[in-house]
């Protein structure tokens, strides 16, 4: 079965660092991008950032709001994806989702399978 | 950025309804937009890919069409479980973004 499972998360100071760990099976992780989507309490969804697959050198992308501050990592031998989270403020404070993206057709892409998400709270 | 305007924000409808959600892109996407469904307190679901491409498993009565820069997602005859929260997403190019969402609601 194709399954993502997030660990990590939890209550954090602003300032401070938290890490995300999305456990990736029943595919070949290296052969996918990777996503982090977040929602904040009551609101929408906002994408986060992308990890390429190998294909593409494993290469990232960011929202310009995490951007120098979160960065998105892989270990394809642990066949997961990692979130690191720094200079963490309230407002980075929501449930993150480690979503796989499927291309079709090698012409579009789109996310096809979502973790179950982690919520991440940032406060003092 | 991208900007997606999505509407209407809410919508009331029956069971057995025919409901339409419009995504507007701020500039052209071509054919890079999906289709989300997302009920409370669980993860996302795609329902559509590449504008109008059904996601394997997903029932018939969703359909989506459009290109360029206007986005409809249609459900053709509401069954109770499709009330839920509905959300478009641009993969055009970096950062991707949603659309504000669509709470489709019993009547």
């Known amino acids: 079965e194709v399954q993502l499972v997030e660990s990590g998360g939890g209550l954090v100071q602003p300032g401070g660092s938290l890490r995300l760990s999305c456990a990736a099976s029943?595919?070949?992780?290296?052969?996918?991008?990777m996503d982090w989507v977040r929602q904040a309490p009551g609101k929408g969804l906002e994408w986060v950032g992308r990890t390429r697959n190998k294909a593409k050198s494993y290469t990232t992308e960011y929202t310009a709001s995490v951007k120098g501050r979160f960065s998105i990592s892989r270990g394809d031998s642990e066949n997961s994806v990692f979130l690191q989270m720094n200079s963490l403020k309230t407002e980075d404070t929501a449930v993150y989702y480690c979503?796989?993206?499927?291309?079709?057709?090698?012409?579009?892409?789109?996310?096809?399978?979502w973790g179950q998400g982690r919520k991440v709270t940032v406060s003092s | 950025a991208i900007q997606m305007t999505q509407f209407p924000s809410s919508l009331s409808a029956s069971v057995g309804d025919r409901v339409t959600i419009t995504c507007r892109a701020s500039?052209?996407?071509?054919?890079?937009l999906g289709w989300y469904q997302q009920k409370p307190g669980k993860a996302p679901k795609l329902l559509i890919y590449a504008a109008s491409s059904l996601q394997s498993g997903v029932p018939s009565r969703f359909s989506g069409s459009g290109s360029g820069t206007d986005f409809t997602l249609t459900i053709s005859s509401l069954q109770p479980e499709d009330f839920a929260t509905y959300y478009c997403?641009?993969?055009?190019?970096?950062?991707?973004?949603f659309g504000q969402g669509t709470r489709l609601e019993i009547k």
């Open positions: 029943g595919f070949t992780l290296s052969d996918h991008h």
């Open positions: 500039q052209g996407i071509t054919y890079d």
């Open positions: 997403l641009h993969d055009y190019t970096y950062p991707l973004t």
């Open positions: 979503v796989r993206v499927r291309n079709y057709n090698t012409n579009y892409d789109a996310l096809d399978i």
